[in-house]
Nanobody, 119 residues
Framework: QVQLVEAGGGLVQAGGSLRLSCAAS????????MGWYRQAPGKQREVVAT???????NYADSVKGRFTISRDNAKNTVYLQMGSLKAEDTAVYYC?????????????WGQGTQVTVSS
């Protein structure tokens, strides 16, 4: 339904910043919510932040005040601006899109991008 391509991961020192981007293509008109999730080694995937088509946002408590999710509808792209990074933010970050096409719910994932924060 939707194809997602992430970019912007890398290695950064604690206290630094990174910006992730996720470009969507395909049935973009059907997207209701986009978000960022992350998965650290040995841990379950967890939600980081989400943004609806109307612009409403939600954040995990662990990133509130440090991360900002935004979207550029003209570019079909969602961003995650990450600041004051900590070692515990190290994970593979995945972009997610969900919506409804022909009455069927769907959820699609990007390939993931590694974020490593050195302490």
């Amino acid at each position: 339904q939707v194809q997602l391509v992430e970019a912007g991961g890398g290695l950064v020192q604690a206290g630094g910043s990174l910006r992730l981007s996720c470009a969507a293509s395909g049935s973009i008109f059907s997207i209701s919510t986009m978000g960022w999730y992350r998965q650290a080694p040995g841990k379950q995937r967890e939600v980081v932040a989400t943004i609806t088509s109307g612009g409403s946002t939600n954040y995990a408590d662990s990133v509130k005040g440090r991360f900002t999710i935004s979207r550029d509808n003209a570019k079909n792209t969602v961003y995650l601006q990450m600041g004051s990074l900590k070692a515990e933010d190290t994970a593979v970050y995945y972009c997610n899109a969900r919506g409804i096409v022909l009455g069927q719910f769907y959820t699609d994932w990007g390939q993931g991008t590694q974020v490593t924060v050195s302490s």
